[in-house]
């Protein structure tokens, strides 16, 4: 059974850091991309950034670049998501997702890519 699990989630204060951790299972995990996303309340899911298994490529957004940090833990199958200075903008559920092979240039941020998703993990800054 795949799963993608996150976890590290919570409530933070403007300027603070939070570390968000995707555990995935049940497929072969070298070979996938993993994407992170996020949903504000009464918006449309957009991504935030990707990393390639195959490779260690990655891509991020621009609104989160040097904000946000991705990095992936072949060993324990766990992406990661470094999240400093944060704003009370970046409020919102964060998942992580699937695609098998590299993060595509052109689509790593679209949601439809993607094959797997977790449930999701609170991220709250306050101002």
């Known amino acids: 059974e795949v799963q993608l699990v996150e976890s590290g989630g919570g409530l933070v204060q403007a300027g603070g850091s939070l570390r968000l951790s995707c555990a995935a299972s049940?497929?072969?995990?070298?070979?996938?991309?993993i994407g992170w996303f996020r949903q504000a309340p009464g918006k449309e899911r957009e991504g935030v950034s990707c990393?390639?298994?195959?490779?260690?490529?990655?891509y991020y957004v621009d609104s989160m670049k040097g904000r946000f940090t991705i990095s992936s833990d072949n060993a324990k199958n766990t992406v990661y998501l470094q999240m400093n200075s944060l704003k009370p903008d970046d409020t919102a559920v964060y998942y992580c997702a699937a695609e098998w092979g590299p993060c595509h240039r052109d689509h790593y941020y679209s949601p439809y890519r993607y094959d797997y998703w977790g449930q999701g993990t609170q991220v709250t800054v306050s101002s």
């Open positions: 049940g497929f072969t995990f070298d070979d996938y991309a």
């Open positions: 990393i390639s298994n195959t490779d260690g490529t990655t």
